[in-house]
């Protein structure tokens, strides 16, 4: 509320005027002493041009840093799902959050077929559906894929994994009556859901499709010098270019150099990573990666491995999100194997091993066993390590020496690389107020005694995270 309310320039009185709050109240909406109801956030959605959902949070159900979801849990919430009038999949939760887009099933596959035809009458296909899909395989499982109206039928096995496009209609069967043939299929969102989504409803598919921007510099050119009101023979006298060329270039006639990409992005104003189109190295819609190819490397170093990391499907289209195997070596030990990361993160313990998962989070160590089965959810910048049960490293391991192994999935959430590029630059204790705002944007003078910090006297309203921070009160110098 105290956000919203500076942004539109209005202070404790003027707030209480457009809400028909009585003196007072506003202060103690903003400090928690009085509750913020349904009633006021309609209000305020209709006389304040914002949405019901700007006031609203989102639910923190990871105060601990990580949630583990047993595999008892997963089985609990099995539902078989009929395709064409028996069954066809049978469907578990695995371990996800309020906090997070992706959304990770246990998937059975409940029709076996012998054969591998796309066009087997037995395969029930999807419509596809908005969110992207990593799917990693366990067992004998066909995997049907279809893009620009061709179908495709893949055989896949323990290991192999595929990443794919929003809407591509696709379907697995079973090769197998008797082995465990199953997926699982970690679907998530990325920056399209959310505000991307709700904004682009609003304009519409002519201007949503008008939107897309295909993977190609001369998009990016035409689309910044129109937004720049830029000729193309000013951008060409800014670049330092011949304009027939500038033309050419935003023509996607030509190919610019990267110092010639240095010198349009210097004219725009921009980055030159904003003149940089991204690369999508999809066919027909999915990226396969095949575990006999796939690449492998021990972690931290080759001789002292606590891991050994095998890389999985992915796509240069979502450099934010990683797929991994890990298998923990029967040497590992918490400590040498911290693993950090800017993502959202997604751990599966695969094969028949148990595994011990460390994390630190606002200060304190924990730790949890996991089953085979069981997975967890980790908030990003939590660190964590996996550490093998067995205890003696010469009996312990499979046959490729590998105390447990656990699928991975880091997605990317909506902190992006711009918004971390802008966290950087907000200075002093902007970071805490950009969480958590708790001030009148100026210093009022004595007539509103304790407006200017309302919650200064309310314990536990703080932010948890506020004690590793080093804030100091830069109000005075920030004022304007
Ligand atoms: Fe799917």
Not at 73 to 88: E, H, K, L, M, Q
Not at 397 to 420: E, F, K, M, P, S
């Amino acid at each position: 509320m105290r956000s919203a309310a500076n942004d539109l320039k209005r202070d404790d009185a003027s707030a209480e005027q457009d809400l028909g709050l009585p003196p007072g109240a506003f202060a103690d909406l903003t400090s928690g002493r009085r509750p913020v109801d349904w009633d006021l956030i309609g209000k305020a959605a209709a006389v304040w041009p914002l949405n019901e959902r700007d006031l609203l949070p989102i639910h923190d159900d990871c105060p601990d840093g990580v949630r583990v979801h047993r595999l008892a849990d997963s089985v609990a919430s099995g539902r078989t799902i009929n395709r064409g009038g028996s069954p066809y999949y049978e469907y578990r939760d695995t371990a996800m959050s309020r906090v997070a887009s992706y959304r990770p099933e246990w998937i059975s596959m409940l029709r076996v077929v012998e054969d591998s035809d796309p066009d087997n009458p037995a395969v029930e296909w999807n419509r596809g559906h908005l969110l992207y899909q990593f799917t990693y395989f366990v067992g004998p499982v066909n995997y049907y894929y279809r893009w620009e109206g061709v179908s495709h039928c893949v055989e896949m096995n323990t290991g192999d994994s595929v990443w794919g496009l929003p809407f591509a209609p696709h379907s697995f069967t079973s090769r197998s009556a008797t082995e465990p043939a199953y997926i699982l299929a970690l679907t998530y969102g990325g920056d399209l859901l959310g505000d991307a989504q709700r904004e682009l409803s609003v304009l519409g598919p002519r201007k949503a499709r008008a939107l897309a921007l295909p993977a190609e510099q001369a998009a990016l050119l035409r689309s910044f010098a129109e937004a720049r009101l830029l000729s193309t023979e000013e951008l060409a006298r800014r670049a330092k270019l011949p304009a027939p060329y500038v033309a050419q270039l935003c023509a996607g006639e030509a190919a610019a150099t990267g110092d010639e990409t240095a010198a349009l992005a210097d004219a725009l104003g921009v980055a030159v990573r904003e003149l940089l189109p991204t690369r999508i190295g999809t066919e027909a819609g999915v990226h396969l990666a095949y575990r006999a190819e796939s690449r492998s490397w021990e972690l931290p170093e080759q001789g002292r491995a606590a891991y050994r990391v095998t890389q999985l499907a992915g796509d240069p289209a979502h450099p934010h999100t990683t797929a991994l195997e890990v298998d923990v070596l029967p040497a590992a030990d918490a400590s040498a194997g911290w693993l950090s990361t800017y993502q959202h993160q997604y751990a599966y313990v695969l094969g028949e091993e148990p595994v011990e998962l460390h994390w630190e989070h606002r200060g304190e160590r924990r730790r949890e066993r996991l089953e085979p089965g069981d997975s967890a959810y980790v908030l990003p910048g939590t660190r964590i390590a996996f550490a093998a049960l067995t205890a003696d490293p010469n009996t312990a391991g499979d046959a490729d020496g590998a105390a447990a192994r656990v699928l991975l999935l880091r997605v990317g959430g909506a902190t992006t690389t711009d918004v971390r590029f802008a966290l950087a630059t907000i200075p002093g204790d902007g970071i805490e107020r950009y969480l958590d705002e708790d001030r009148l944007w100026f210093k009022s003078d004595a007539a509103q005694p304790g407006a200017a910090h309302p919650d200064a006297a309310q314990p536990g309203t703080a932010h948890p995270d506020a004690q590793e921070s080093d804030a100091t009160d830069l109000e005075s110098a920030r004022e304007h």
